[in-house]
């Protein structure tokens, strides 16, 4: 079996082009999997689609890599029916110990936006629970998974990549709203926006208690959809200045070229707030609100800037931390393969053995049926001597292939074994 990582992450796409690729739905992760098994019936395979990547490991009989990720991308293009030109150059794909570095790189979390973020483990786990449960994963997908998982918890616990939050929203909501109230479950959160920013803030929020959650956006589509994935209601932009004044946390990303929120805008908004504390998280650039709203009395506004250096200062101390962790990534990496070389090379070394043996036995049979006088003594001094001859004669290839696999590349004489005695069939 030969593996193969098909990926498409927030480093090397747009939001757009991995919304298409997406597989929003258990139901569509069920059907995806039907699929990939009609169009290659022995391939194992796990789906992990989130909101900042789309990634396909597989793993297939077929020896051609590049064959494989032809028929990944056909799949993607006629599953989503999305043109092959809108995609086909923003995919990367990886092979063989590269698919395995990959998903350790990705799992420990030194792939992703936020270096050290936890919630990738937890949406590897699930990825790899909905693949089992639908009846994708097999010996091969069970052993790079569950290895995977041991590599995060190596990682968390034996380094120190996770301490200290790194994102704007993390650092606004664990650091500096924490410090403003002290629970948040009766707390109103206006969202004003509803990209990326926008939900990861709403992320670290939930985890925080909160309930109470309007988004407010000029798409009220877009709006609609977030507020749906997270528990909330949407309302129309017209409304906007209605929910500044109830709100308790304002999170506001909207992508204007210049702030859509002044002074006397705010206040008036405010009017009827009682005096109640407003908590602004600016994550527009350029910013939503204007400096001057951040001194009105019982206003706490922070912007990008102002929370970048608590940022900064954390990610620093992460970034000492990412040689001690990518060690422990080529480590697991290393335990992996040799495993994974020895089962191949271990199968290889079974299939030969036992098909020379059987030809050395139908062999005998017809010797010994030429020779119906033959003593059950001499038949068996034959048959020794011919098992003797077999192990001999398999002993040099075999010894060199263990040797090869215990360093952890038989790829070459693996296939050339393959071939010279036809084990394929």
């Known amino acids: 079996m030969n593996l193969l990582a098909l990926y498409c992450t927030h480093e090397n796409t747009q939001l757009a082009i991995r919304e298409k690729l997406a597989f929003a739905s258990r139901d569509r992760i069920q ?3 039907a699929e990939l098994k009609r169009r290659i019936p022995e391939c194992e ?4 689609s989130t909101c900042n990547r789309v990634e396909i490991y597989l793993s297939s009989p077929e020896d051609d890599p590049e064959l494989v990720r032809d028929q990944l991308v056909h799949f993607l293009a006629e599953f989503h029916q999305v043109p092959l030109d809108e995609f086909v150059d923003k995919l990367q794909a990886a092979s063989g110990s590269e698919a395995v570095w990959h998903l350790f790189d990705v799992i420990s979390s030194l792939n992703s936006m936020v270096l ?3 919630q990738i483990v937890n949406q590897v786990r699930q990825a790899y629970r909905e693949a089992e449960e639908f009846g994708a994963c097999g010996a091969m997908m069970h052993s790079l998974f569950q290895s995977a998982i041991r590599v995060s918890g190596r990682v968390r616990s034996e380094t120190r990549l996770a301490e200290g939050r790194v994102s704007i929203a993390s650092v606004a909501v664990g650091d500096f709203a924490k410090g403003i109230f002290d629970n948040f479950a009766d707390k109103l ?3 004003v926006g509803a990209g990326e920013m926008a939900e990861e803030t709403l992320r670290y929020l939930k985890d925080e208690g909160v309930r109470d959650i309007v988004v407010v956006n000029r798409s009220l589509e877009r709006a609609e959809r977030l507020a749906r994935e997270w528990g909330g209601r949407a309302e129309p932009w017209e409304t906007l200045d209605r929910w500044m004044g109830y709100a308790d946390v304002i999170v506001s990303t909207t992508g204007a070229e210049k702030p859509i ?3 006397v805008r705010f206040r008036k908004a405010r009017a009827s707030a009682g005096g109640r504390p407003a908590f602004i998280l600016d994550l527009g650039a350029p910013r939503d609100f204007e400096p001057a709203v951040g001194k009105m009395s019982e206003v706490f506004l922070y912007d990008i800037d102002s929370l970048s250096r608590t940022c900064e200062d954390n990610r620093r101390a992460r970034v000492r931390e990412i040689d001690h962790a990518r060690q422990i990534v080529s480590e697991e990496l290393q335990r992996f393969m040799s495993e994974y070389h020895h089962r191949a090379s271990g199968d290889v070394l079974t299939r030969l ?3 020379w043996h059987a030809i050395s036995k139908e062999e005998l049979s017809r010797l ?8 059950p003594k001499d038949r068996e001094a034959i048959e020794r001597t011919v098992e003797r001859i077999v192990n001999k004669l398999l002993h040099p290839p075999l010894t060199v292939l263990k040797d090869e696999a215990r360093e952890g590349t038989p790829h070459g004489l693996i296939n050339a074994l393959k071939r010279l005695f036809r084990l394929d069939g």
């Open 31 to 33: 059907q995806a999997y």
């Open 116 to 118: 050290g973020e936890p």
């Open 261 to 263: 929120v002044d002074v």
């Open 189 to 191: 959160v206006l969202i």
């Open 368 to 375: 010994f049926n030429k020779l119906p006088h033959t003593t």
């Open 353 to 355: 053995m036992d098909d």
């Open 45 to 48: 395979c796990v789906i992990l």
